[in-house]
């Protein structure tokens, strides 16, 4: 029960992002949610591969690449999911900043089992 409210907190909040960011578009809600399940599934398989891959960079920009990392991970889900367009990097990159914020500030609020 904990997954299914993590991942509509994560649909509603990128589809009321999509409202405040002109670069970020989806088609419907149900593309949102889409979203969120091909977020999840990217961020359990590619995530771990591109902060390994990654690790040194992080290091050496003092945690300000993982960022970078969250950019990119938008841009691999805007590939998979038909109903959803980022606009480039600019926009994946602000558009992870606040829906990493938003998700956690509304994860916190929620009781966990």
Same mark, same amino acid.
């Given at each position: 029960?904990? &997954?299914l409210?993590? &991942?509509l907190? /994560?649909? *509603?909040?990128a ?14 809600f *149900?593309?949102? *949610? +889409?979203?969120? !399940?091909?977020l ?6 590619f ?8 690790f040194p &960079? /992080?290091?050496l /920009? ?5 960022? *970078?990392?969250?950019? &990119?991970?938008?841009l691999?889900?805007?590939? #998979? !999911?038909?109903?959803?367009? !980022?606009d ?6 602000? #558009?992870? +900043?606040?829906?990493? +914020?938003i ?6 609020? !929620?009781?966990s089992?």
């Amino acid at each position: 029960m904990n &997954l299914l409210i993590r &991942l509509l907190i /994560t649909a *509603v909040s990128a589809f009321v992002l999509q409202m405040i960011l002109s670069g970020v578009e989806f088609d419907t809600f *149900v593309s949102a *949610v +889409i979203f969120a !399940v091909v977020l999840g599934i990217v961020n359990l398989i590619f995530k771990p591969i591109m902060q390994i891959l990654g690790f040194p &960079l /992080t290091v050496l /920009t003092l945690g300000l690449f993982a960022l *970078v990392i969250n950019a &990119l991970v938008i841009l691999i889900v805007d590939y #998979f !999911v038909e109903g959803m367009h !980022v606009d480039g990097f600019g926009w994946a990159f602000i #558009f992870s +900043i606040l829906l990493s +914020i938003i998700t956690s500030v509304l994860g916190g609020l !929620v009781k966990s089992d």
